[in-house]
Antibody, heavy 118, light 113 residues
Framework: QVQLQESGPGLVKPSETMSLTCSVS????????WSWFRQPPGKGLEWIGY???????DYHPSLRSRVTISADTSKNQVSLRLASVTDADTAVYYC????????????WGPGTPVAVSS | DIVMTQSPDSLAVSLGERATINCKSS????????????LAWYQQKPGQPPKLLIY???TRESGVPGRFSGSGSETDFTLTISRLQAEDVAVYYC?????????FGQGTTLELK
């Protein structure tokens, strides 16, 4: 059974860059697409973007200028970097797997909360 | 972006009764290449990540109870829980994956009456 675990700093200062890692166990990240999502407190889900293990990416247009998602097959990890954060980036961040080229999401991490505050 | 709109925003149903959640997309999510609707449903309980229930509008994910079913086509979709159980209390989301970015409905909160 594939398991995902997000990790990163729970608090980030405004204007800084947030970095999160998704560690995958029970299976290889190879041959799958891996996405990041966020969910502000009490709100719905927003897709941030994905990386294919080979390195191709796609990002939400509203975040494209600030987001980088990458995959490290040697560590079996996927990473998210979000630059120039503001209060609006405060959310629980999730990573999830897509089983194929169609973007539905079958395995999710438990999520990691990130607060942007000075 | 394709906008997904769910109705109702919240729903109270008695144990053993049927629950029906609707989802409407701002444009068709039917993929002509395989004649399948690019629509998924998720269940999210407090403090937990979403759980995939259904994809291709009506294909149940492995391990999902048979009381959950999905239907619909093009722009109008429905998630039905045939006989509500206590553990089904949650927020339910629809999501389209016909075009990027994949987008979610605002969620429907299902409670016990």
């Amino acid at each position: 059974q594939v398991q995902l675990q997000e990790s990163g700093p729970g608090l980030v200062k405004p204007s800084e860059t947030m970095s999160l890692t998704c560690s995958v166990s029970g299976g290889s990240i190879s041959n799958y697409y891996w996405s990041w999502f966020r969910q502000p407190p009490g709100k719905g889900l927003e897709w941030i973007g994905y990386v294919f293990y080979g390195g191709s990416t796609d990002y939400h247009p509203s975040l494209r200028s600030r987001v980088t998602i990458s995959a490290d097959t040697s560590k079996n990890q996927v990473s998210l970097r979000l630059a120039s954060v503001t209060d609006a980036d405060t959310a629980v961040y999730y990573c999830a797997r897509t089983p194929g080229i169609h973007l539905w999401f079958d395995f999710w991490g438990p999520g990691t909360p990130v607060a942007v505050s000075s | 972006d394709i906008v997904m709109t769910q109705s109702p925003d919240s729903l109270a149903v008695s144990l053993g009764e049927r629950a029906t959640i609707n989802c409407k997309s701002s444009q068709s999510v039917l993929k002509r290449s395989n004649n399948k609707n690019c629509l998924a449903w998720y269940q999210q309980k407090p403090g937990q990540p979403p759980k995939l229930l259904i994809y291709w509008a009506s294909t149940r994910e492995s391990g999902v109870p048979g009381r959950f079913s999905g239907s619909g086509s093009e722009t109008d979709f429905t998630l039905t829980i045939s006989r509500l159980q206590a553990e089904d209390v949650a927020v339910y989301y629809c999501q389209q994956y016909e075009s990027s970015p994949p987008t979610f409905g605002q969620g429907t909160t299902l409670e016990l009456k």
